[in-house]
């Protein structure tokens, strides 16, 4: 008699080794998931910087440009020429203490000095606010004298400037100044454009340098009359401000001084500007202190400005924690968990420095 012995093989696995798998799956996963959160948290802390990057430089290219080019009047200082201007209201004076101005934020609802009515009521509290006036040349010279009866100008073509109807513009020499809006802008005939600055938008159709009597009358031989050394800029006043911006957040905003109801927004993200001007009492082209605009006695002497931006990220939760941050001279705790960064610039004005 014969016996076989039958070999069961196993089928399955046991509860140990499922618990065992089960165990070990839960570890890759996790793993997997905190890779994939690290590096989703690394990846928005990268772009918050980086756009935090960009938007100060965008910001840091154009204001020390404007700083640099305040007060430009063509061949010669502000501080030199007669300025006059005939344009109709909105269009500020331009001088030697236009060219540069600003006001200081003394509390959070109060600057000095105080600001002008196109702001007033929308600058964040506790921002500064800084104002660039200059002419902007962009080579258009006058193709012949004027005439005595003439409201009209010709420059050379091409139109560079891009002059249009509206548009705020000063005529200079080497001694004087006008102020203007144009009333109409002809098509090139002959290589040049003619620009009209009529009535209905100045106060008078010729260049006068003592303007007597109701709009339009000029004195007897007080109508300048430009000749071929003569220049063409487009006059520019800005002012640069903190505003909430169209994200909800504070941006800066900028406000063309000669066209009302013009305020736009230019930078997100800029949750506060400061800046101080460098003072020069005797003329040797360096600063000998530093002001705020409500000690600034007399902005004739300004050479040069510190700029100072606070800058945001617009997404919050980009921190791990509320962020610690220096700026103005002050050590402050952020209360949110928004990335922060500061950018300080001192730009000197190149028409005060020799």
């Known amino acids: 008699?014969?016996?076989?012995?039958?070999?069961?093989?196993?089928?399955?696995?046991?509860?140990?080794?499922?618990?065992?798998?089960?165990?070990?799956?839960?570890?890759?996963?996790?793993?997997?998931?905190?890779?994939?959160?690290?590096?989703?948290?690394?990846?928005?802390?990268?772009?918050?910087?980086?756009?935090?990057?960009?938007?100060?430089?965008?910001?840091?290219?154009?204001?020390?440009?404007?700083?640099?080019?305040?007060?430009?009047?063509?061949?010669?200082?502000?501080?030199?020429?007669?300025?006059?201007?005939?344009?109709?209201?909105?269009?500020?004076?331009?001088?030697?203490?236009?060219?540069?101005?600003?006001?200081?934020?003394?509390?959070?609802?109060?600057?000095?000095?105080?600001?002008?009515?196109?702001?007033?009521?929308?600058?964040?509290?506790?921002?500064?606010?800084?104002?660039?006036?200059?002419?902007?040349?962009?080579?258009?010279?006058?193709?012949?004298?004027?005439?005595?009866?003439?409201?009209?100008?010709?420059?050379?073509?091409?139109?560079?400037?891009?002059?249009?109807?509206?548009?705020?513009?000063?005529?200079?020499d080497c001694e004087d100044a006008h102020i203007f809006r144009a009333t109409n802008v002809l098509t090139p005939s002959g290589g040049t454009h003619t620009i009209a600055h009529e009535i209905d938008s100045n106060t008078s159709t010729h260049f006068c340098i003592n303007q007597t009597g109701g709009a339009g009358a000029c004195g007897t031989g007080n109508a300048k009359l430009y000749s071929f050394d003569a220049e063409l800029l487009q006059f520019t006043s800005v002012t640069y401000f903190i505003r909430t911006g169209f994200g909800g957040r504070n941006a800066l905003w900028m406000v063309d001084n000669t066209v009302a109801g013009s305020a736009i927004e230019m930078v997100e993200g800029i949750e506060n500007m400061q800046v101080t001007y460098g003072i020069d009492t005797n003329a040797d082209d360096i600063a000998d202190s530093y002001e705020t605009a409500d000690n600034v006695t007399d902005w004739s002497q300004v050479i040069s400005a510190e700029i100072r931006l606070l800058l945001e990220t617009q997404e919050d939760s980009?921190?791990?924690?509320?962020?610690?941050?220096?700026?103005?001279?002050?050590?402050?705790?952020?209360?949110?968990?928004?990335?922060?960064?500061v950018f300080t610039t001192t730009v000197g004005l190149r028409n005060r420095i020799q």
């Open 1 to 172: 008699m014969s016996s076989s012995v039958t070999k069961n093989n196993q089928h399955g696995v046991t509860l140990v080794e499922l618990l065992i798998a089960v165990v070990l799956s839960l570890f890759l996963v996790g793993g997997i998931l905190e890779i994939f959160i690290s590096n989703n948290q690394l990846f928005r802390v990268q772009e918050a910087q980086s756009r935090v990057q960009e938007n100060a430089r965008f910001a840091l290219e154009f204001l020390p440009r404007n700083v640099r080019e305040a007060g430009f009047s063509g061949c010669r200082p502000i501080e030199q020429m007669n300025v006059q201007s005939i344009a109709d209201a909105p269009m500020p004076a331009f001088g030697a203490a236009s060219a540069i101005s600003g006001h200081e934020a003394t509390t959070t609802s109060a600057w000095a000095p105080v600001l002008p009515a196109s702001i007033s009521g929308t600058v964040i509290g506790g921002t500064d606010v800084l104002t660039i006036q200059k002419g902007s040349s962009c080579g258009a010279t006058l193709t012949g004298n004027l005439g005595a009866s003439d409201a009209s100008i010709q420059i050379t073509a091409p139109n560079s400037c891009g002059i249009s109807p509206g548009d705020a513009l000063m005529i200079a």
């Open 318 to 341: 980009i921190t791990t924690g509320n962020q610690t941050y220096t700026y103005n001279n002050t050590t402050l705790s952020a209360t949110d968990r928004r990335l922060r960064r």
